[in-house]
């Protein structure tokens, strides 16, 4: 296995289904020690894609490699963890029998499984409900349990889909640490979230998928650094359209309010000495963070919403 090689990356990967296309052209690249967001709207081909990085469905056209093998390599699939979205287990079995199963079936040995699943259950916050089967368990305990199961081979790649499905707060700052833990353990992450702040608390770069094309790739600490300005003037902003585009982009107008897109803070000085050096008055100026939200709905011409 080349560990220098991507932890993700595929080229022009496709899967059609009869007539349906589900995935039409599928290109990216996740680096090695990476929380990787991945966001669509429902149907945009974000479970499809996923299923095609795990081997789990063949791709019609196109290319791919994981950990820098040929996608479905059986080695490789020994170091992938995964939490699906939909996922059931056997309910008359307990948490601590369910993991004892995928770990045998990952070929670890007994004593280290015991170990490890306690370890899990410990960090899971599970531990003393680890003997009870899981039809007693609440929906957020089950997911839980996904979780641990994710985790129990130490993966170096780790698919996450809705990980804090069903949690609650607590649940979704536990799963923000374990993430923060596999990255400092040098792991990738691929998550897939339709809650925005999660991602945007837990990612280090985003892509957005639509109609089953990434249309965007973004490195979030660079969109910490860009603000969304608006500012009220004593006349017609319009006038000033042309003038205005050295200091931003994505102009808009609405009488004596205009907003715009500037890279940084800094910007902000150049852009009120300017408007005093032409004798423009100033009556309000309002900055603030571009939200991961804010260009999803852009990327996604805001018509739909994240799922």
Aim: hydrophobic share 40%; proline share 3%; net charge negative.
């Amino acid at each position: 296995m080349s560990e220098t090689a991507a932890a993700i990356a595929t080229q022009a990967l496709s899967k059609v289904y009869g007539r349906v296309c589900a995935v039409a052209d599928l290109t990216l690249t996740v680096e090695r020690a990476e929380v990787f967001g991945f966001l669509g709207p429902n149907g945009a081909g974000k479970t499809t894609s996923v299923h095609l990085l795990l081997a789990l469905a063949h791709p019609t056209t196109g290319t791919g490699t994981v950990l820098g093998k040929p996608l479905g390599d059986r080695e490789v699939r020994e170091r992938i963890g995964f939490l699906p979205e939909h996922f059931t287990f056997h309910e008359h079995l307990t948490a601590r029998e369910i993991l004892h199963f995928h770990g045998r079936l990952y070929g670890m040995k007994r004593a280290v499984l015991r170990r490890r699943i306690d370890d899990l259950l410990t960090r899971v916050n599970l531990l003393d409900a680890a003997d009870r089967p899981v039809r007693e368990y609440s929906k957020g305990m089950t997911q839980r349990v996904g979780l641990a199961q994710a985790l129990l081979n130490r993966p170096d790649l780790v698919f996450l889909d809705e990980p804090t499905s069903g949690l609650d707060p607590i649940g979704r700052l536990m799963v923000r640490d374990v993430i923060a833990e596999l990255l400092a353990d040098g792991a990738t992450v691929f998550l897939n979230s339709h809650l925005l702040e999660e991602v945007e608390a837990t990612c280090q770069r985003v892509a957005f998928i639509r109609q089953g094309r990434i249309v965007q790739d973004i490195v979030l600490a660079e969109t910490r650094r860009a603000l969304e300005v608006e500012l009220k003037i004593d006349r017609d902003a319009d006038a000033l359209g042309d003038e205005l585009q050295q200091f931003g982009t994505g102009l808009q107008f609405r009488g004596n309010v205009m907003s715009l897109c500037v890279e940084h803070e800094r910007v902000l000085p150049e852009l009120v000495r300017w408007l005093t050096a032409h004798g423009i008055g100033l009556y309000s100026l309002h900055s603030r963070h571009q939200s991961l939200e804010r260009l999803f709905l852009r990327a996604m011409d805001g018509q739909e919403g994240p799922g």
